[in-house]
């Protein structure tokens, strides 16, 4: 590919984005993508008109084709990109490997990194009052609670040795949706480092240190 797609995307303190930066670190394709990088202030670019025309939700990452098309959530672009260039699939090579991808990935996205997340929003007004519309620390210990009974599960799934969520020799992107979980868990604000509370996802989140996929993609030293 002759000309670099362009990324529209968030320091990877952000978990959500992070998950696609981490994914194209980890598929080497760095080179095929060119990142522009918004502070993500409250009332920042994002907010603004010419990035809502490219994604009406106001939200990072928004990915912009050669045609005109834009792309946006994570991991619609990460399957867009993974079938797009060459080389190891990282959402499965078979439909058996992509069915389990998609079923372990659904599991951490959606009850430990949108519960630790949600836990953010509504524990902390940090990000404007556009964004954090609800102050609920009740409700943020309850999502706090529930990141910690879902992670004590894959810590289990774990515990038979194997080094990633499929049992393979490399992670899948499952695997970097956990390791986005886990650097979030460990931010201050947040108080809920699952590396220092689950024995095997310590294992697991020290293996994702020694990749140099995750040096290049946390980069800015904001991996928690």
């Avoid at 020799?169 to 390791?179: R, S, W, Y």
Wanted: proline share 6%.
């Amino acid at each position: 590919m002759n000309t670099k797609l362009r990324l529209y995307t968030s320091p990877s303190a952000f978990p959500n984005p992070q998950r696609l930066r981490l994914f194209i670190h980890e598929k080497g394709i760095n080179q095929h993508i060119e990142e522009v990088i918004y502070d993500m202030a409250p009332g920042g670019e994002q907010r603004k008109w010419p990035h809502l025309k490219m994604n009406p939700w106001g939200e990072t990452p928004t990915l912009a084709l050669g045609d005109g098309t834009f792309l946006s959530e994570s991991s619609g672009i990460a399957r867009y990109l993974d079938h797009l260039f060459p080389g190891r699939k990282i959402m499965g090579e078979t439909p058996l490997e992509q069915g389990q991808d998609d079923m372990w990935d659904n599991r951490i996205f959606v009850h430990i990194l949108y519960r630790i997340v949600t836990m953010f929003h509504v524990m902390h007004q940090g990000l404007g009052l556009k964004i954090e519309l609800t102050s609920n620390p009740q409700w943020g210990e309850h999502c706090r609670k529930e990141a910690l009974a879902h992670a004590s599960l894959v810590n289990q799934h774990l515990a038979d040795g194997r080094e990633w969520l499929l049992g393979g020799k490399e992670p899948t992107f499952a695997d970097i949706t956990l390791c986005t979980a886990i650097a979030f868990s460990k931010f201050p604000t947040n108080q809920t480092p699952l590396d220092e509370r689950f024995e095997y996802l310590d294992y697991f989140w020290r293996r994702w240190q020694a990749r140099e996929s995750f040096k290049a993609a946390y980069a800015d030293g904001n991996s928690g």
